[in-house]
């Protein structure tokens, strides 16, 4: 069976702070939402408005959190989906479903009385793929909704939307997505360096007992190449060691364990360590 992830679309009370390392990406998107958010001066000036940001790179870097960041930035509501919830769907069906997410953000955008929304979809590659060569019909429909909606976007109306999504297959989007108007702006999400796997380290020991003993720089080192999943879990699996071991707190080994076991992609029990 198909597995069909749904990002909740609660409330997002994601800040920027709580994303390690990703500064630059961080820095662009600010900078984009900052421009965004001018929106008399965007008029007065007739500049085209930010419809989409494209958030691309490799799996589990922070896409989603910054998504979510960004509709904490701008005091947004957050609507999200994702592309895999479209697999299988029968014609018609995905297009609908793409006129329920804009309908549902300009709603739950009045009932909060906040001006803006923003609608992310994560994995837009599965209904944004390349339409060449009679493939994918079924989601001809899908992606057109999805055009037909930016181009119906106007920033001069309340709740003014703000399409996020994110892919890390840029290159198979169909280049409609891509045109002025539409995702035009792209972030490059990236592998974090040792400073940003330090971060995130850091991050996710916040609310874990870690013996005095132990260097998270020493981890970071070690960690080269994970991404900010991988390193929440060395965090998570290190804690899973330590109570395994009836030890009070994570040590220096149990983080070496847990790198090593995440480097193998093997999975454990879930233990909530919480
Ligand atoms: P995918 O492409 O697989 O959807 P993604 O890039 O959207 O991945 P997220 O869903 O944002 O990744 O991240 C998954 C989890 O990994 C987060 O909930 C968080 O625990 C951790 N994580 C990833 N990146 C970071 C980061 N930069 N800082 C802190 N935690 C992170």
Same mark, same amino acid.
């Given at each position: 069976?198909?597995? *069909?992830?749904?990002?909740k679309?609660?409330?997002a009370?994601?800040?920027? +702070?709580?994303?390690?390392?990703?500064?630059?990406?961080?820095?662009?998107l600010? +900078?984009a939402?900052d421009?965004?958010?001018?929106?008399?001066?965007?008029?007065?000036?007739?500049i085209?408005?930010?419809?989409?940001?494209?958030?691309?790179?490799p799996?589990?870097?922070?896409?989603?959190?910054?998504?979510?960041?960004a509709?904490?930035?701008?005091? =947004?509501?957050?609507?999200?989906?994702s592309?895999?919830?479209?697999?299988?769907?029968?014609?018609?069906?995905?297009?609908?479903r793409?006129?329920?997410?804009?309908?549902?953000?300009?709603?739950?955008?009045?009932?909060?009385? @906040?001006?803006?929304?923003?609608?992310?979809?994560?994995?837009?590659?599965?209904?944004?793929?390349?339409?060449e060569?009679?493939?994918?019909?079924?989601y001809?429909?899908?992606?057109?909704q999805?055009?037909?909606?930016m181009? $119906?976007?106007?920033s001069?109306?309340?709740?003014?939307?703000?399409?996020?999504?994110?892919?890390?297959?840029?290159?198979?989007?169909?280049s409609?997505?891509? *045109?002025p $108007?539409?995702?035009?702006?792209?972030?490059?999400?990236?592998?974090?360096?040792?400073? $940003? *796997?330090m971060?995130?380290?850091?991050?996710?020991?916040?609310n874990?007992?870690?013996?005095?003993?132990?260097?998270?720089? @020493?981890?970071a080192?070690? =960690?080269?190449?994970?991404?900010?999943?991988?390193?929440?879990?060395v965090m998570? +699996?290190?804690?899973?060691?330590?109570?395994?071991?009836s030890?009070?707190?994570i040590?220096?080994?149990?983080?070496?364990m847990?790198?090593?076991?995440?480097?193998? $992609?093997?999975r454990?029990?879930?233990? =909530?360590?919480?």
């Open positions: 069976a198909q597995e *069909r992830k749904r990002k679309a609660g409330p009370k994601l800040t920027f +702070e709580e994303i390690g390392g990703q500064e630059s990406a961080k820095q662009e600010q +900078e939402l421009f965004m958010v001018r929106h008399e001066e965007i008029k007065q000036f007739g085209r408005p930010i419809k989409g940001i494209l958030l691309t790179g799996p589990g870097t922070g896409k989603t959190l910054m998504a979510k960041a509709a904490h930035y701008t005091n =947004s509501v957050f609507v999200a989906a592309g895999s919830e479209f697999v299988e769907m029968y014609v018609g069906v995905g297009a609908g793409i006129r329920e997410l804009f309908k549902e953000a300009r709603t739950r955008a009045a009932k909060e009385n @906040k001006d803006n929304a923003i609608i992310f979809i994560d994995e837009i590659d599965v209904i944004g793929g390349k339409r060569g009679g493939q994918q019909r079924e001809d429909q899908t992606l057109n999805l055009l037909t909606e181009d $119906g976007i106007y001069t109306e309340a709740p003014r939307i703000l399409l996020m999504a994110a892919t890390n297959r840029k290159e198979m989007l169909d409609a997505l891509l *045109r $108007g539409r995702f035009d702006r792209h972030i490059q999400v990236d592998l974090p360096d040792k400073k $940003g *796997r971060h995130i380290l850091e991050l996710h020991a916040n874990k007992p870690l013996h005095d003993s132990v260097s998270l720089e @020493k981890v080192e070690e =960690s080269f190449g994970f991404s900010g999943a991988q390193l929440e879990s998570n +699996e290190a804690a899973i060691y330590a109570m395994r071991e030890k009070k707190e040590e220096q080994r149990h983080l070496s847990a790198i090593d076991k995440v480097m193998l $992609g093997e454990t029990d879930r233990v =909530s360590t919480e």
